[in-house]
T-cell receptor
Framework: ETGVTQSPTHLIKTRGQQVTLRCSSQ?????VSWYQQALGQGPQFIFQ???????GRGNFPPRFSGLQFPNYSSELNVNALELDDSALYLC??????????FGPGTRLLVL | GESVGLHLPTLSVQEGDNSIINCAYS??????FIWYKQESGKGPQFIID?????DKRQGQRVTVLLNKTVKHLSLQIAATQPGDSAVYFC????????????FGTGTRLKVLA
């Protein structure tokens, strides 16, 4: 186990709703990255947080937003949910540019 | 954009045999690569990494080979076991202001008893 935890494990929402996913990073790690993994695909980078600031973003619209807290934990928020947002959302923590270690993910289903 | 891809979507191997999973990358400027293993219902698990100043790196039962000339990466698993059954991803580190891993679609390894 990596020490990275995510909550909730599963979630069902309807189109148009908003969702917040949470991640606790491994002890000693100060950087959190979020990925979206659609079924049968590799993880796609959403964004990264370092020292409570967004430190890079992939090709995701502004309705995907995040936060990092002083204890390095992080949240991913998605507004105006769409059916295509159904996926496994993965959080990875690291010591800045070192190896990223992933949590178990949150499975989101949008109906 | 730059991408990391895998040649074979599914690989079936007899238990006890060696497995070789291949990966092609397209960004010649990348200098760090990781192999992850993902079991059903779990997040990707770090297996082994390699930097571009190396051609080969060995771990416990696993070896990663890097051929920068043809931009090819491979993961070798010795004496494949049923517990090795999973999807394997290679990931390429892209550093452009921030750093992020670019993953391919993955190869499913099936170990036959």
């Amino acid at each position: 186990e990596t020490g990275v935890t995510q909550s909730p494990t599963h979630l069902i929402k309807t189109r148009g709703q908003q969702v917040t996913l949470r991640c606790s990073s491994q002890s000693g790690h100060n950087t959190v990255s979020w990925y979206q993994q659609a079924l049968g695909q590799g993880p796609q980078f959403i964004f990264q947080y370092y020292r409570e600031e967004e430190n890079g973003r992939g090709n995701f619209p502004p309705r995907f937003s995040g936060l990092q807290f002083p204890n390095y934990s992080s949240e991913l928020n998605v507004n105006a949910l769409e059916l295509d947002d159904s996926a496994l959302y993965l959080c990875a923590s690291s010591r800045y540019q070192e190896t990223q270690y992933f949590g178990p993910g949150t499975r989101l289903l949008v109906l | 954009g730059e991408s990391v891809g895998l040649h074979l979507p599914t690989l079936s191997v007899q238990e006890g045999d060696n497995s070789i999973i291949n990966c092609a990358y397209s960004n010649s400027a990348s200098d760090y690569f990781i192999w992850y293993k993902q079991e059903s219902g779990k997040g990707p698990q770090f297996i082994i990494d390699i930097r571009s100043n190396m051609d080969k790196r060995q771990g416990q039962r696993v070896t990663v080979l890097l051929n920068k000339t043809v931009k090819h990466l491979s993961l070798q698993i010795a004496a494949t076991q049923p517990g090795d059954s999973a999807v394997y991803f290679c990931a390429e580190l892209e550093v452009s202001g921030t750093y992020k891993y670019i993953f391919g679609t993955g190869t499913r390894l099936k170990v036959l008893a």
